[in-house]
């Protein structure tokens, strides 16, 4: 049974498959016990609400007998973090350089577990990580990687580079060895974070994390992290990139994974023009339609602050009437950074007067208290 859904699941494009235990990852409920009352998940509530689904799959589905751990590799073609330099450019996270996948893992996910009950009689659940499910940790037990200085996964084959995905099932499938850490003394992820989001090696402080203000937080980016942001404005590869272990990871080939031409490296001035009907079209299909356009447009606008180009100004001066005050004080924090006092002044005594949410008078004012203005 084991070796033929290997071997399907091979064949739907999975790279790696390995079986753990329900019960084999104990350490999952006080590791993430600790990263709650630390405060470190930040704005994501729901981590904390359904906490006790996440300490094991039993807790999810009290019948299983297995944990099948999937994983796809997604590894990128050249170098992710080349973009960094190209400041009038965004950098766009990997991942979602590609279709969004929790639909490509989850369709693939219940093709296999639909031919796994059919043939077996068992019933089967499938899961990708909107779920209350701990994939880091039972890929390690599974044996497809190890929990990495960073807590991303890391395989010896794949590097930092896979989707994970899991099949519950109620019988009790042969289990794979556990793998262990072979992080040894390397620091490289830590030491790359360019927020320090790393309070100490395997733990991180999802507040400080670019991922976790570019994508999950959803108010303005505070001040501290803007100029570490750069032009990253959906998430951060920096300490996936950097693991020495993706020397041995395979890059992909398949046309499925194939990053989209115009994600690498997308000028700013192009992105800051989008409308939300504008932005929903340019992004269907992709993860990055998820945050929805203000959010988007925050963080392009804080790229645009960060670019050092004046030429770009008018692109952010734009958006001082936008509807949404999210927008607006990104627009104004760039504008600040980009113009003159004295330009930045004559918009001033144009716009503050009319301005009436707090948090965009805030940043119109910010320069003035900082004596940059």
């Avoid at 929805?292 to 958006?319: K, M, Q, W």
Wanted: glycine share 6%; aromatic share 6%.
């Amino acid at each position: 049974m084991k070796s033929a859904l290997v071997a399907d699941a091979s064949g739907e494009g999975f790279d790696v498959v390995r079986i753990a235990a329900p019960d084999s990852i104990p350490q999952a409920a006080p590791r993430l016990a600790r990263f709650l009352a630390d405060g470190h998940h930040g704005t994501m509530e729901w981590l904390e609400s359904n906490a006790g689904r996440r300490e094991k799959p039993s807790a999810l589905w009290p019948e299983a007998g297995a944990v099948v751990m999937l994983g796809l590799n997604y590894g990128p073609e050249s170098d992710p973090l080349a973009s960094l330099a190209a400041s009038q450019r965004a950098t766009i996270s990997v991942y979602a350089r590609n279709r969004d996948y929790h639909d490509l893992v989850k369709g693939k996910l219940k093709n296999i577990a639909g031919r796994l009950a059919a043939k077996s009689g068992s019933a089967v659940k499938v899961f990708v990580d909107t779920a209350p499910l701990m994939e880091k940790p039972l890929a390690e037990a599974a044996g497809i990687g190890w929990q990495g200085k960073h807590t991303n996964l890391v395989s010896r084959e794949f590097g930092s580079w896979l989707f994970l995905g899991a099949i519950l099932t109620e019988i009790a499938l042969p289990l794979d060895a556990a793998e262990i850490d072979h992080c040894g003394s390397c620091r490289a992820c830590l030491d790359i974070c360019p927020t320090n989001a790393f309070p100490a090696p395997y733990r991180l402080d999802a507040r400080r994390c670019i991922s976790y203000l570019t994508i999950e937080h959803k108010g303005p980016i505070p001040h501290e992290f803007r100029d570490a942001i750069g032009n990253r404005i959906f998430g951060c590869d920096d300490c996936l990139a950097v693991c020495p272990w993706n020397k041995f990871a395979r890059t992909t080939s398949e046309v499925k994974l194939a990053a989209r031409e115009d994600l690498s490296a997308p000028p700013l001035s192009e992105l800051a023009r989008l409308d939300d009907k504008s932005f929903r079209a340019h992004f269907a299909g992709s993860p990055i339609k998820r945050i929805g356009r203000d959010r988007f447009l925050r963080n392009v606008l804080i790229a645009i602050g960060n670019s050092s180009a004046p030429e770009l100004a008018a692109e952010a001066e734009t958006h001082l009437s936008d509807p949404s005050p999210l927008v607006r004080g990104a627009a104004v924090w760039a504008l600040s950074r980009l113009l003159s006092l004295e330009s930045f002044a004559v918009l001033h005594a144009k716009h503050f007067s009319a301005e009436t949410h707090r948090d965009v008078r805030d940043e119109w004012q910010a320069p003035a208290i900082s004596g940059a203005a």
